[in-house]
């Protein structure tokens, strides 16, 4: 069964950093893109930050371009969304997904989601 869990969320002040992990069984991760996502109360879900499965190609939503950073680490199956300079308006929860081989392709499978909130 595949099956992504997200770990990491928490409460954090304005200005604090978090890291998300997101760690796959079932399958090898090396073969998919892997996207963050997130959705706030009352707010659409949005993308965040996807990286190709190779690892070559990153990109982010221009909201947390220069604070936030996608990584993965094939060997350990998981990929990581390390947040700096955290907002108020970053708290929702974040999900993974696995994508094709890239990015562009449609996300198939889901994480449970892991809770952010950023508050003083």
């Known amino acids: 069964q595949l099956q992504l869990v997200e770990s990491g969320g928490g409460l954090v002040q304005p200005g604090g950093s978090l890291r998300l992990s997101c760690a796959a069984s079932?399958?090898?991760?090396?073969?998919?893109?892997i996207g963050w996502f997130r959705q706030a109360p009352g707010k659409e879900r949005e993308g965040v930050s996807c990286?190709?499965?190779?690892?070559?190609?990153?990109n982010y939503a221009d909201s947390v371009k220069g604070r936030f950073t996608i990584s993965r680490d094939n060997a350990k199956n998981t990929v990581y969304l390390q947040m700096n300079s955290l907002k108020p308006e970053d708290t929702a929860v974040y999900y993974c997904?696995?994508?094709?081989?890239?990015?562009?392709?449609?996300?198939?499978?889901w994480g449970q989601g892991t809770q952010v909130t950023v508050s003083s």
């Open positions: 990286i190709s499965s190779s690892g070559g190609s990153r």
């Open positions: 997904a696995a994508h094709g081989p890239g990015c562009s392709t449609l996300p198939h499978t």
């Open positions: 079932g399958f090898t991760l090396s073969y998919y893109a």
